[in-house]
């Protein structure tokens, strides 16, 4: 049975019995996990908002997903907000859930807080984000999370470049005028940033050259040579 005081990384909910209600520490606060009823086979988590009272969501998690549930409850008490007004529930959006994939994963969020991402082992991480305080990046933020447990190796690197600094008058930079100029006196920035989704990132002073570094960390985060 696992004690009140264990943290929830090294939580493992397979050990709880039927209808056994358990919680684990955070640095965000508690997550409380309950296996919903008799021979059922998942089991529930609460997680409380950052004022340790409201709950901000409650997560149904099965046992092929268990291996998971440490990192993804803890990334969600992380983005938890402070507080989880029921009174007004989730805001509802005009266009209606959201969906979006990377290799080997899919999420999909609907207005009223429900959440649900599916690998395609048929791994699946669901639940439901309560209160009106979840906002569009806080949202984002969980389903972030489970993508990165549940997608395939190359989805942990998807990699993107920005476009090019471009013109801007040099005094706004408390520059002097250098560079190619044209008429008002300004001159072009080509520097421009590669990003990779496993939080890599570099600036090189042109967007041809972003896009070479962005392929060539890509190359070697998944081929295992040193970065």
């Excluded at 939580?11 to 009823?37: C, E, I, K, M, N």
């Excluded at 569009?136 to 690197?157: F, N, Q, S």
Aim: glycine share 10%; charged share 25%; with cysteine.
């Amino acid at each position: 049975m696992p004690q009140a005081d264990t943290p929830l990384a090294t939580a493992d909910l397979s050990a709880l019995a039927d209808r056994q209600q358990a919680w684990f520490t955070t640095g965000h606060g508690p997550v409380f996990v309950r296996r919903y009823a008799r021979y059922s086979d998942f089991v529930r988590a609460a997680v409380r908002s950052a004022n340790g009272r409201d709950r901000a969501a409650l997560l149904t998690l099965r046992p092929d997903a268990y291996p998971l549930a440490p990192a993804w409850l803890a990334a969600i008490a992380e983005a938890a907000p402070h507080t989880a007004d029921h009174r007004n529930g989730i805001p509802r959006q005009s266009d209606g859930s959201v969906g979006w994939s990377v290799p080997g994963a899919t999420a999909r969020v609907w207005p009223d807080g429900r959440i649900e991402l599916r690998g395609t082992t048929g791994t699946e991480l669901a639940g439901r984000l309560e209160g009106s305080e979840w906002d569009h990046w806080k949202v984002a933020a969980v389903a972030d999370a489970g993508l990165r447990l549940l997608c395939a190796p190359e989805a942990l690197h998807l990699t993107s470049t920005g476009e090019p600094s471009g013109w801007h008058r040099p005094a706004d930079r408390g520059q002097i005028g250098e560079g190619r100029e044209r008429k008002r006196g300004q001159v072009y920035d080509a520097t421009t940033v590669a990003r990779c989704s496993c939080g890599w990132s570099v600036t090189v002073p042109s967007q041809l050259g972003a896009r070479e570094m962005a392929k060539r960390h890509r190359r070697e985060a998944t081929s295992g040579a040193p970065a």
